[in-house]
Structure formats: C-alpha cells, structure tokens
C-alpha cells in the first residue's frame, strides 16, 4: 500500500508510490445534526460541514472603523459577537471548519472596479475602499490593516482559515470554492455582517453552486432598516436555504460531547 500522501486536507488525499497511486478518499463517518428551521427541522452532516464568519471586521463593527466615521450605528453590527465567542470554540472542538471571509483589498486597487469604487464613495469626495480613516490613517478594507482585521473580541484561532474577498460575494473572484471543495464541503454555516448584503450575496452564490446553506439567526445582524433585515431570513427560508439558530446547534455539540 503506498505510504505517501498528497493532498492539503485531511479529506481529500492520494496516497502514492513509485510503483501505485491510491485515489480513494479516506472514509467518513457521518455525524448527523438536526435544527429546528421555521416550521419544520433539517438534518446535515457536520462532518462535511463549515462555518463562513464574514465581515466581522473593524471598519464594520468598531466605532472608530469605516461605518463609524460615516456616522453609522455599529451597534447592531456587533451583536453577533457575544454569540460567537460562544460557539466558534465548540465547533472548532467538533472539527468544523471555521473560515474568516473578510474584504481584504489590494493597496493598488486594480481588482476594483470604478463600479464598486462608486458604491462606497458616490461622489467621489469621501473616504471609500482604499482610503485612509481620519483617525487612524488605516486605508479603508484594505488587506493587513486595522481597519479589515477582525475585531478583537473574535480573535481567529492559528488552525482557523481566512479568506480574502472583494465583492459583497465571498465567491467572486476569489479562492473560497477551491478551499471548500479540497474540505470536502457540503453544508455551509453563515454568520457576520451584513446579513442583507455581503451574507447574503455570497449564501446566494453558494446556493447557486449546490452548497446547503444554513443562516445562523442569531449570529448575523445588519446596520440596515429592521425590513431588510426580514426580507433576508425570509428570503433565504423561501429560495435559498434554511434560517437555524446557533443556539441550539450549541447546544446540540456540548450535549453530544
């Protein structure tokens, strides 16, 4: 039997020799959870299961960050955090995947269109993707400042993985398909901000690539109006997927551990 092994993940692996290539991925055994989604339950696999943690980054969620300075409430950006803090650590106990999608831009700019450059700087004359903060000087979202770093309460742990993005979807343009696939993935848990935005842009596009996706109610929030909000949970319940909450889910690890 050949003794040697390729591949970055545990679950998808060759074993080879000179003499015999072994493609058979090693075997999984299923462990089976089931949630309770709206007016029925669904049942997943955790054992080909990941958790996608998006935006939760200073000039999303601190006051001295992006939306902060254009005079938004972060408030309810940061209401995900304290449920987080809670059951990032048990999934990480139960082997789940946890991977920080963040906006992570380029200092020069050139995968940025002037179309997204426009959402966030209409006119021009404000302080957009790339720009320095007033107070701090960090450039707005920009890869390996304070502005796109996680905020601190959310620390990744050094196994954890992260992801760069740079469209409201974490799929576009970037190498999130590739990492999940190599993951063996199938089931996706969404958490962070904001969830009518870039949560759920990138939920869509995960549906549209036949990932099963589960929002975690209570680990998502917006700065939007509260309808924005319930449009989203009702659309990803009608279209795209199932609203759980990561309470139970919890709950359900701890029990079973």
Known sequence: MPENVLG????????????????RRPAQVSRSVQLTSRERSVIF???????????MQNDFCHAEGWLGHIGVDVTPARA???????????????QVPVIWLNWGNRADKLNLSPALLHVYNPNGDGVGLGDPLPVSGA???????????????????????R??????????????DSIL??????????AGVNVDQCVLCTLQDANFR????????DCSATTS?????????????QCFGFVVNAAELQQQLENAS
């Open 210 to 217: 036949g990932y099963d996706c589960l929002l975690l109610e």
């Open 225 to 237: 109006p509260a309808y924005c909000r319930d449009a989203t949970l009702y659309n990803v319940q």
């Open 163 to 176: 992801v760069n993005k740079y469209r409201m979807s974490g799929f576009q343009d970037s190498e999130l």
């Open 45 to 55: 696999d955790l054992q080909r299961t990941a958790i996608l943690v998006i935006d």
């Open 181 to 190: 696939r190599n993951l063996n993935v199938t089931t996706l848990l969404f």
């Open 80 to 94: 995900p955090i304290a449920p987080l803090q809670a059951l990032l650590p048990t999934l990480r106990a139960a």
């Open 8 to 23: 970055s993940s545990r679950h998808n692996q060759w074993r080879v020799s000179a003499q015999v290539v072994d493609t």
């Open 139 to 161: 450039p707005v979202l920009q890869a390996g400042s304070w502005a796109a770093e996680v905020v601190d309460e959310l620390t990744p742990d050094a196994n954890d993985i």
